[in-house]
């Protein structure tokens, strides 16, 4: 679940990257990095937060008007500065890439690279896998020479035959040299990538990239909706553009972007972020109603930040007071996003401070966004009750996490996942609840796809109901899917 972008401009474009990762710094904490191009690739790349891999000095020396830039969450691959993107290639063609999303057949076609083709990898991420695979059709002798139609022919051939090859979820934005910039998605849009454009000094157009739109307005770019699945969107070097769906399946975004990932002020899709997520508390208001008609919260309280939306939104429709009673330390990253369950439950009572004054002899109804291990979730129970709480309830804006993602999120297994191996009385019992709700699937899809012109056919939630959508990951694949991660981590 990494952040890229990628910009094409008149002027420099190194600043304007370095703030895109800022605006998508959310989506990644491991890891970021920017190259720009003008006769060569300048780069820099760090582990750590964006603010603290970059200095002035360093912006200065990313010349080129047309870049692209990174902020990791590892998924696949390792912990290492081997490991940070993006990455790129000299030879047989000079080819940057950033990645967001993950393969799940990345090893077999590792193997082939090694083998067949002689290629040599420096990392353990599936992104080196993308580039190889890319460079090498490019580096064909058939493929047309030149920045125009006859070119973008070629590219379109080559994109096509990776969405061919390719299983699981991919969003690209990358550099040719001397040709100009990509940018596609896999066929199932199954990771966000959303555009804009604005018109610079000569009266032409810039174009920007992102896997959240969120820093358009700052930057000055109108939304240009997204890059649809399957589709190929190319730059030349004049700034004129070209797309074309390449290869399009049913539009399968991933439900986890709406319920966490995504900041509420994205579009993602054609559908808002932030509605979604009223949409969600609309519903789960309901349920409450139907399911828990006997437990009357005082008080309903988000777990900040990303369920203060669908905390607002039930509060409302239940006609009960909502509070801030909960304060998150900004300074404290995503506990979701850490990469080991101690480090987790540590960083809840860090990050967490609660209330007293909204939380004592009260009947409390917390909302989170989902109950994926549960660490967090019995911790902010605990400290509520600590607090004072009569009654402590939690609602779930996400159904029951049930199975391990191969898509672009790091839950390795279902043994880590509580649902996987407790019933709603084990779980409730286990988290120190006086009562509990999960949204449901349905009511969940309702609340994604009630409103915008979108073209969502079903969001892929894999993680809830195990219905893979690009690959085929039986039961023995998941195994080795899940031994590989472990193992990058281990020796990382």
Not at 76 to 81: E, R
Not at 346 to 367: A, F, G, H, T
């Amino acid at each position: 679940m990494c952040g890229i972008a990628g910009i094409y401009s008149s002027q420099p474009v190194a600043q304007a990257l370095y703030a895109s990762l800022i605006h998508l710094q959310h989506r990644g904490q491991d890891a970021a990095g920017i190259v720009t191009c003008h006769q060569r690739f300048d780069h820099k790349t760090g582990l750590g937060l964006v603010q603290d891999i970059f200095t002035k000095a360093d912006i200065q020396s990313l010349h080129g008007n047309m870049g692209i830039a990174h902020t990791r969450y590892p998924t696949a691959g390792g912990y290492s500065s081997r490991d940070v993107q993006p990455i790129w290639l000299g030879n047989p063609r000079g080819i940057a890439l950033a990645h967001n999303g993950n393969l799940v057949n990345h090893r077999e076609l590792s193997i082939e690279l090694t083998e067949n083709k002689h290629r040599h990898m420096n990392s353990s991420m599936d992104s080196e896998v993308l580039l190889h695979l890319l460079a090498d059709e490019l580096s064909q002798p058939h493929i047309a020479g030149g920045h125009d139609e006859a070119f973008f022919d070629s590219l379109s051939e080559v994109v096509k035959s990776l969405f061919e090859r390719l299983e699981g979820s991919c969003s690209i934005v990358s550099i040719v040299m001397g040709k100009g910039m990509l940018a596609f998605r896999d066929p199932h849009g199954i990771r966000p990538l959303v555009m804009g454009s604005k018109l610079n000094e000569r009266g032409e157009k810039d174009y920007i990239f992102a896997s959240e739109n969120s820093m358009f307005y700052s930057l000055g770019f109108e939304p240009d909706g997204d890059v649809q699945n399957g589709e190929l969107v190319f730059i030349n070097l004049e700034g004129k553009l070209f797309r074309k769906t390449l290869t399009a399946k049913p539009l399968s975004p991933c439900m986890f972007e709406y319920v966490y990932f995504a900041r509420p002020d994205a579009t993602l899709d054609r559908v808002s972020v932030y509605r979604a997520r009223m949409r969600m508390g609309q519903n789960l208001a309901k349920s409450w109603r139907e399911t828990h008609p006997n437990f009357i919260p005082d008080v309903i309280i988000p777990v900040p930040f990303t369920s203060n939306t669908a905390a607002m939104s039930m509060a409302r429709e239940l006609n009960i007071p909502y509070s801030e009673g909960l304060y998150k330390n900004p300074f404290i990253g995503r506990t979701f996003i850490m990469s080991d369950q101690e480090n987790r439950s540590q960083q809840v009572r860090y990050k967490l401070s609660p209330q007293r004054i909204e939380i004592e002899n009260k009947k409390v109804l917390l909302v989170d966004d989902s109950i994926v291990r549960g660490t967090t979730s019995r911790e902010i129970v605990k400290m509520v009750r600590e607090f004072g709480a009569t009654e402590v309830y939690l609602a779930s804006c996400c159904p029951p996490v049930k199975e391990p993602c191969f898509y672009g999120i790091d839950v390795p297994s279902r043994k880590e996942l509580l649902a996987a191996n407790m019933n709603l009385a084990q779980i409730q019992d286990y988290l120190g609840l006086d009562a509990l709700l999960y949204q449901t699937e349905d009511n969940l899809v309702e609340a994604l796809t009630r409103k915008g012109k979108h073209k969502i056919d079903t969001p892929c939630m894999a993680c809830l109901n195990g219905k893979y959508i690009s690959g085929s990951i039986c039961e023995s694949k998941k195994i080795s899917l899940q031994q590989e991660r472990q193992h990058s981590k281990e020796v990382a």
